[in-house]
């Protein structure tokens, strides 16, 4: 069981129909499941299988090529790694993977990162990979690059920009309000690797990315930053976004232009294996399976936190299940601790009447905090009442950690390997 308060917070036959509908999200997205239905060898011939672009699958010869690699960044992206190591075998010649959960490898070697802001042990693996390993490539050379949600902060190496500046301009961005895409812009431009700049380094090789999304909409070029995928920003963009926010001490000399050049692109294949779409269609599956009637209201869900809760309750339609995948966003202004998943919850409890349920986490199990997000209803704020709690107050200092562990509803899973961003849930019953 993933939800380790399970029991605790199924109070009521409902509340245990929601967190049985997010234990079935979350196995849905572990790794082993979803490197064996999409990744298959046969002999030599590697087949990916790609669920968000129309190239379906694709046969790779392994023997074709002299050596093969595997670069891997990201949350979740060394679990995914392992199980295609094993895949693999003896025609992998050496891998590199950096993530926040370990794993024992074979060959590859491994690097235990930071996320969300990037550190020195971050860069010094980056580095370490562009400068001494990748040497005298070719076009017999075939590197696999598996990517995951995370990858901008654990896989970088600046343009300019030194660590403490880097580190200065994420925690704006992270408290600024702005979107993931607007971010990931910004990202981009401070960087030799983001927005197709890893091609460079790789190029003339074979490069196939195998890519799990974090992102609304999935768009490939905002996942990670998009290390191998065409980028159509520029730098007028990302100094756009830096006005918008009012973003301090970064210039337009700490920004670099994303490569354009077709032949960089010419011999690059993207599958995306993995999105939240498998979580809600996993939750829906689920539902129905309860007997109940759910609705996928989007898998591309955006907006202010403290709005998100109220909009999607509003959405929801009474006797059913409405399930959201997406990215809400919050711009700090107090100095309390939570994550996005907890506001959304906690804002929400001022729209909640006494046969509504609203639940919101993240999928690696980790809301910028200890919590995986929170469950919401009338028990709630019979709660917060009892403990003379005031929703608004904890909101107001975004200190939604603070609120949840009082009340006792936060949702406790601990970190997990995999990562396709946010999934909320409101019943109606």
Known sequence: MFIKNFDKLATTPQRKIVLELIEEAFSSIQSENIINNNIKIDGSILTIKDNGLPAGSQTFDLSAFDRVFLIGFGKGSAKNSKFIEEKLGNYLTDGFVIDTNPEDFKKIKFTKGTHPLPSEQNMIFTKFLLKDELRDLSEKDLFIVVVT???????????????????????QLLKSGADIFEMNTVRKHLSLLKGGGLLKYLYPSRVVSIISSDVPGNDLSVISSGPTVRDHTTVEDALNIVDKYHLKEITIDDFTQTPKEDKYFENVFNFLILSNQTALEAMKQKAYDLGLAADIFSNSFQ?????????????????TILLAGGETTVKVTGGGEGGRNQEVVLSALSSIDEKTIISSFDSDGWDNSSLAGAIGDIYTTNKAEEMNLEPSEFLNS????????????????????????????????
């Open 303 to 319: 907006m202010e936190a403290g709005k998100a809760g109220e909009t999607l309750i509003k959405s929801a339609e009474k006797g």
């Open 149 to 171: 949600g995370g990858g901008s902060a654990l896989f970088e190496n600046p343009y300019r920009a030194n660590l403490d500046k880097l580190i200065a301009i994420e925690e």
């Open 398 to 429: 975004n200190n939604s950690l603070e609120f949840f562990e009082k009340v006792g509803d936060g949702i406790k899973t601990g970190r997990l390997p995999s990562n396709v961003s946010d999934l909320m849930i409101v019943y109606k019953y």
